[in-house]
């Protein structure tokens, strides 16, 4: 198994950025890929982006290409997600997620979640 802590959430004004990080112990992290998703108030979780286990083959969702960057440190055992000129729509809390699957977009590609971070982008 592995454990997954997100931080780095928080309130950001419109336009703004933040990074999240996701820790990870337990298992080899670099044994997992990493996906990001996130839940809005009354909404489904949505895949926002994975990255595969050596870090390549990055996939985003549409919604956040071009403003999300995902990345990983294998060495640290660590995944980021860096989210860049946020909208209001962007609030929701923010899960990563480690599994096996190559090129995972749903949450039941996912084996283990971390417990979220609340992400808050206010007009």
């Known amino acids: 198994q592995v454990q997954l802590v997100e931080s780095g959430g928080g309130l950001v004004q419109v336009g703004g950025s933040l990074r999240l990080s996701c820790a990870a112990s337990?298992?080899?992290?670099?044994?997992?890929?990493l996906g990001w998703f996130r839940q809005g108030p009354g909404k489904e979780r949505e895949f926002v982006g994975r990255?595969?286990?050596?870090?390549?083959?990055?996939r985003y969702a549409d919604s956040v290409k071009g403003r999300f960057t995902i990345s990983r440190d294998n060495a640290k055992n660590t995944g980021y997600l860096q989210m860049n000129s946020l909208k209001p729509e962007d609030t929701a809390v923010y899960y990563c997620?480690?599994?096996?699957?190559?090129?995972?977009?749903?949450?039941?590609?996912?084996?283990?979640w971390g417990q979220g971070t609340q992400v808050t982008v206010s007009s």
């Open positions: 337990g298992r080899t992290f670099s044994y997992y890929a």
């Open positions: 990255i595969r286990r050596t870090g390549v083959g990055i």
């Open positions: 997620a480690a599994g096996t699957s190559i090129d995972g977009t749903l949450v039941s590609d996912y084996d283990f």
